[in-house]
Structures are given as structure tokens and as C-alpha cells.
Nanobody, 127 residues
Framework: QVQLVESGGGLVQAGGSLRLSCAAS????????MGWFRQAPGKEREFVSA???????????RHADSVKGRFTISRDNVKSTVSLQMNSLKPEDTAVYFC?????????????????WGQGTQVTVSS
């Protein structure tokens, strides 16, 4: 089993920045794909970003079009954490953000492809 705990959410004004962190414990692997999803009120959960092991210590990233150029995902395998740096935040970024881990590697972006989920952290962007 894998446990994921998010932190770093909060209230920020439009144009501001936040950094979310996700601490992983249990049977995790540096080669497993990790990602961030979000769910706004009344909307379905959607993909935000993923970080995918490529080879050796190299990773590639994927981002939803809505956050490209503003959000950056990274991971620290020593600390078993994955982070989401969010810049130039907009009111439409307001949502509960979830950390997720798949029990395998690969370019994964669908909710069903991820096996473990955190409980989420609220991000609110005021206009």
C-alpha cells in the first residue's frame, strides 16, 4: 500500500503563487508515475500534471493545456515527495488538488490509471 499526504494549499490572490507538496510512504517507487489532479465544485476531477520516469535519473513531465507555462511538477526521490509549483494563479484554478501515484510507470493521465490518492488540499484563488 501507498499513503499520500498533500500539503501547501491555501488562499491566494490572482497572479500569486503556491507550492503544493505530496509526501509518499509505503510501497512506492521512484519509477512509478506520480501526478496531480484537481476537482472544482460541481465539476469532474481533471488531470493537471504528471511526472514520468524515463531512464536512469531522468524524468519527463506532462501538463494539462490549461496550466502549461504556469505550473511545474517535480519530485525528490530521497524525500519521497512530489511538488507542484503553481505560478500566475487564476480564479479558475480554484479546486481541491489531489496527489496520485500509479503502481507502474509510463505516460499516464487518466484518473483510472492511478492507483493511490491523497485526500486533497484546497486551493482558492481570489480575483
Amino acid at each position: 500500500q501507498v499513503q499520500l499526504v498533500e500539503s501547501g494549499g491555501g488562499l491566494v490572490q490572482a497572479g500569486g503563487s503556491l507550492r503544493l507538496s505530496c509526501a509518499a510512504s509505503g510501497r512506492t517507487s521512484s519509477r512509478y508515475t506520480m501526478g496531480w489532479f484537481r476537482q472544482a465544485p460541481g465539476k469532474e476531477r481533471e488531470f493537471v500534471s504528471a511526472i514520468i520516469w524515463s531512464s536512469g535519473s531522468t524524468y519527463v513531465t506532462r501538463h494539462a493545456d490549461s496550466v502549461k507555462g504556469r505550473f511545474t511538477i517535480s519530485r525528490d526521490n530521497v524525500k519521497s515527495t512530489v511538488s507542484l509549483q503553481m505560478n500566475s494563479l487564476k480564479p479558475e484554478d480554484t479546486a481541491v488538488y489531489f496527489c496520485a501515484e500509479a503502481a507502474r510507470g509510463g505516460v499516464l493521465q487518466r484518473i483510472g490509471e492511478f492507483d493511490y490518492w491523497g485526500q486533497g488540499t484546497q486551493v482558492t484563488v481570489s480575483s
